[in-house]
């Protein structure tokens, strides 16, 4: 079975450019969560959609982070323009449905100049 | 919201060593997830354990619901084994979904 998949795994960009990351979650699975984990820190959770809903994103900067999952399958998560305190892992994570045991992708690290 | 708490924050061993890491959590819980984060950063979900005691090789879990706790056992430990480990448990959002809550982690180096 094959897993989570993310791109890019790593990005440097300077502050106030944009970044999108890309995740395609487990077949079958319909949560998707996209967390920001900060060096020594444990994950937090900016998102979660059920199939192509959002069902939380109270963490969300919404004001320079955007997310969608068109057709309820991959996902992209954007930044724009980033700044110097999104520079972290940016991971994608997938169960079958929300509650459920959670599947990690690889992470994307990004570092904001 | 909930709030989660792992110890030790930091653990060395010495290769074939044993050790317990700990849980606690502020709320009750239906579910529990003990994960391993290794050193390039990949999350690996070891467990998921509502409440009672499962084993996976080397490693068993135990969890307290009642008393708001869980263990994580690690027997015979190996280099391999080093990373953090983290456990995380849901909180309930106004949406009406449950969203993992993490802790820091515990960091663990087995040295050989």
């Known amino acids: 079975e094959a897993g989570v998949a993310q791109s890019p795994r790593y990005k440097i960009i300077e502050k106030r450019q944009s970044v999108a990351f890309w995740c395609n979650p487990i077949s079958g699975h319909a949560t998707l969560y996209w967390y920001q984990q900060i060096l020594g820190q444990g994950p937090k959770l900016l998102i979660q959609f059920q199939n192509n809903g959002v069902v939380d994103d109270s963490q969300l900067p919404k004001d320079r982070f955007s997310a969608e999952r068109l057709k309820g399958v991959d996902s992209t998560l954007k930044i724009q323009p980033a700044k110097l305190e999104d520079s972290a892992v940016y991971l994608c994570?997938?169960?079958?449905?929300?509650?459920?045991?959670?599947?990690f992708g690889a992470g994307t690290r990004l570092s904001v100049l | 919201g909930i709030q989660v708490e792992q110890s030790p924050p930091d653990l060395i061993l010495q290769e074939g060593a044993n050790s317990t890491l700990r849980c606690n959590f502020s709320d009750s819980v239906n579910n529990l997830q003990w994960f391993h984060q290794n050193p390039w950063g990949q999350l690996i979900n070891l467990f998921y354990?509502?409440?009672g005691t499962k084993q996976n090789g080397r490693l068993s879990a135990t969890t307290v619901a009642t008393e708001r706790y869980s263990l994580l056992y690690i027997s015979s430990s190996q280099t391999t084994d080093s990373g953090v480990y983290f456990c995380?448990?849901?909180?309930?959002?106004?949406?009406?979904?449950?969203?993992?809550?993490f802790g820091k982690g515990t960091m663990l180096l087995v040295s050989p």
């Open positions: 354990i509502p409440s």
């Open positions: 994570a997938s169960s079958v449905r929300g509650g459920r045991k959670e599947y």
């Open positions: 995380a448990v849901p909180a309930l959002m106004n949406s009406g979904y449950s969203t993992l809550t």
